[in-house]
């Protein structure tokens, strides 16, 4: 954290799901940006559940304070259009490679396996990850260490090489669903740069 800053909400609490909303201003922050741009500076927030004095639940995230855009515009000629990331408004040359499951049996990969990776990945210099659309959404974990590494995230959604039944409403459905999850689960990342579609289905339709 650089400092704290907080705010406090007071309110009576029915049974039953509750939205509250509250605003942080973090005055002269320290942004996140990827390498090799400047540093991944992390905030820690805290959101503690109060009553009477007492507390019944704390939840503590690890937050990044950046802004991303995709840049696409017309190139010269016929070449079609730009598509060049900026980060904090300063436009990023993105380096890296495919992250895959980092063992055919998902269950095995620990902590330990996924800082490894993930640190000799910033050695050679990666400033991004991108997903493959055949992969997994990953363990929490992984996603925590690019943002401490200040490793940009391309993430397709999981679907890869093959035809889906996009016809029928009930999968739509579901895969509307699992994507709303997926993207509400990772949003809070700042390393999360970039959501794909899927890993080659247009092109092995077209070939």
């Given at each position: 954290?650089h400092?704290d ?8 609490l ?11 201003e ?6 996140w940006w ?6 991944p500076?992390l905030?820690d927030?805290s ?59 998902i ?13 000799l ?6 400033n991004?990850f991108?997903?493959w659309?055949?992969g ?7 996603y ?23 016809d ?9 669903h ?6 509400r ?6 390393s999360?740069a970039?959501?794909?579609g899927?890993?080659?289905?247009q ?5």
């Amino acid at each position: 954290g650089h400092g704290d800053h907080g705010t406090t909400l007071h309110t009576e609490l029915a049974p039953g799901l509750q939205t509250m909303t509250a605003t942080l201003e973090v005055p002269d922050p320290a942004l996140w940006w990827p390498v090799p741009l400047g540093q991944p500076n992390l905030y820690d927030a805290s959101v503690v559940l109060l009553a009477d004095g007492k507390v019944l639940d704390r939840s503590v995230i690890r937050y990044g304070l950046r802004e991303i855009a995709l840049i696409r515009e017309p190139l010269p000629g016929d070449e079609g259009e730009s598509f060049i990331l900026a980060v904090n408004g300063q436009k990023v040359f993105c380096k890296g490679g495919n992250w895959v499951p980092a063992d055919a049996l998902i269950a095995r990969v620990n902590p330990t396996k996924y800082r490894e990776l993930v640190r000799l990945a910033a050695k050679a210099n990666f400033n991004m990850f991108r997903i493959w659309g055949g992969g997994i959404f990953e363990a929490p974990y992984f996603y925590q260490l690019c943002d401490e590494y200040g490793i940009l995230v391309w993430h397709d959604f999981p679907y890869a090489c093959s035809y889906y039944p996009d016809d029928d409403p009930d999968f739509l459905a579901e895969a509307k669903h699992e994507a709303e999850l997926a993207v509400r689960c990772l949003r809070n990342h700042p390393s999360i740069a970039l959501w794909c579609g899927n890993n080659e289905n247009q092109w092995i339709h077209h070939q």
